[in-house]
């Protein structure tokens, strides 16, 4: 009699066992992909292999004499490389900035010019405002045709200032080159915390 009690208590319990299992509407099942599909009554996880694209922006080249439209949040301005020559002028005092540090082979002046279309920013945060645009050494990485960067030069020059929208200035960069070729690629950066805004290629 206890043995009949025991077996009915446990094919009791296995048919609870069962209907709760089945009423939980939880069901595992794999696709001929490999990919697990876990379907519940609250939600529904699927672990999958996302591929992730990471591709470069396209960056722009131009050469000297193109102008470059730059487009911003806060208006547009434009500018273009107008010339590049090769000076003597040589500062004596340009060795001592650095420990080790030796002359140039060459120092190479690049001429440019700028004008402000509409660039005017005003930041609801902070009572500044910047209604100018410059454009100065500072926003370019420079490098020689071997692809090795290239330092500014104190040389005398006429530094850009900022114009506000409607003007236009110019101004001159100087850089040391240690190349014989007379090929040089500059980057230029809109925005410091930004990629590559677009490229120029000086070749004379």
Request: charged residues 25%; negative net charge.
């Amino acid at each position: 009699m206890k043995k009949k009690v025991l077996v009915f208590t446990l094919c009791a319990s296995f048919m609870v066992l069962s209907i709760l299992g089945c009423g939980s509407g939880s069901s595992t099942s794999t696709s001929k992909s490999g990919t697990t599909t876990v379907k519940t009554e609250s939600s529904t996880t699927e672990t999958s292999t996302v591929e992730k694209e990471n591709k470069r922006p396209e960056i722009k080249e131009y050469k000297i004499g193109d102008v470059i439209n730059v487009e911003t949040e806060y208006g547009s301005y434009e500018f273009a490389i107008t010339g590049i020559k090769e000076t003597d002028e040589r500062n004596e005092f340009y060795t001592s900035f650095e420990e080790g540090k030796e002359q140039p082979k060459r120092v190479v002046l690049i001429s440019y010019e700028y004008k402000n279309i509409d660039y005017y920013a005003s930041y609801d945060y902070t009572d500044y405002v910047q209604d100018e645009i410059s454009i100065n050494d500072y926003d370019f990485d420079v490098y020689d045709a071997e692809g090795n960067k290239m330092d500014t030069y104190p040389a005398t020059l006429d530094f850009g200032s900022g114009v506000t929208a409607g003007h236009k200035a110019t101004g001159t960069m100087a850089y040391g080159l240690n190349s014989d070729e007379n090929f040089i690629e500059m980057e230029y950066n809109a925005d410091w915390l930004s990629a590559t805004t677009c490229k120029i290629i000086l070749e004379w």
